[in-house]
């Protein structure tokens, strides 16, 4: 089956520009999180999701960072009034409810010029 | 705060060597431990993974020695090839109220020379 898939692959967004990426999750994973990857750097833990309900956001940088998933499936993270330091990979992972395995998409690269 | 310390920064090995990779972790709530491989523009990719009640799992060429007391594990990557040149990833996690959330070391470049 399809694996994780996350839009765009890359977006450049000019400071104080708002963005939104999108994850969509292998079908059936109930649980969702979101990372940063900093260039040269391992993937930081940014938010998690268990189906709708957001569990945890203790990683979001900055009140700017907004995510949802209000059916349980697709997810998107928003960020308002973009900064240079927004500037990294996104990345989205899946997994079965209880499973330590997690499936990462390919990430959103994110240029804030 | 860095929980998972992860050297060398770098690493070059030629075709059929051993590549050797260290992690180190402060958590003691930590129960799940897996390595990524992450190739240029991909998502990191799960190559192996080890709980704490065992010393050592091998899978094909690569294996995780782990050792609770120091809390410390290491990959090591058998008969190593030109195509296993990626950053390398160690993690790990706690259960309970972690719910898988993954703590990340800083990343392995491995190159392998033909």
């Known amino acids: 089956g399809a694996g994780v898939s996350q839009s765009p692959r890359y977006k450049v967004a000019k400071r104080g520009q708002d963005v939104a990426l999108r994850c969509d999750p292998i079908?059936?994973?109930?649980?969702l999180f979101w990372y940063q990857q900093a260039l040269g750097q391992g993937p930081e833990f940014l938010t998690y999701?268990?189906?709708?309900?957001?569990?945890?956001k203790s990683g979001l940088p900055s009140d700017r960072f907004f995510a949802e998933r209000p059916e349980g499936s697709v997810s998107t993270l928003k960020i308002q009034r973009t900064q240079q330091e927004d500037s990294a990979v996104y990345l989205c992972?899946?997994?079965?409810?209880?499973?330590?395995?997690?499936?990462f998409g390919p990430g959103t690269r994110l240029t804030v010029l | 705060q860095q929980q998972v310390k992860q050297s060398p920064q770098s690493l070059i090995v030629q075709k059929g060597g051993i590549s050797i990779i260290n992690c180190a972790y402060e958590n003691t709530a930590f129960d799940y431990f897996p390595w990524y491989q992450q190739f240029p523009g991909k998502g990191p990719a799960l190559l192996i993974a080890?709980?704490?009640?065992?010393s050592e799992k091998k899978e094909g060429r690569f294996t995780i020695s782990f050792n609770k007391s120091a809390k410390q594990f290491s990959l090591h990557i058998m008969d190593s090839q030109p195509g296993d040149s990626a950053t390398y990833f160690c993690a790990a996690t706690a259960g309970g109220t972690s719910y898988g959330k993954l703590t990340f070391g800083q990343g392995t470049i491995l190159t392998v020379h033909p």
């Open positions: 992972a899946s997994s079965l409810a209880g499973a330590n395995e997690q499936f």
């Open positions: 079908s059936g994973h109930v649980s």
């Open positions: 999701f268990q189906n709708e309900a957001q569990l945890d």
């Open positions: 080890i709980r704490p009640d065992v």
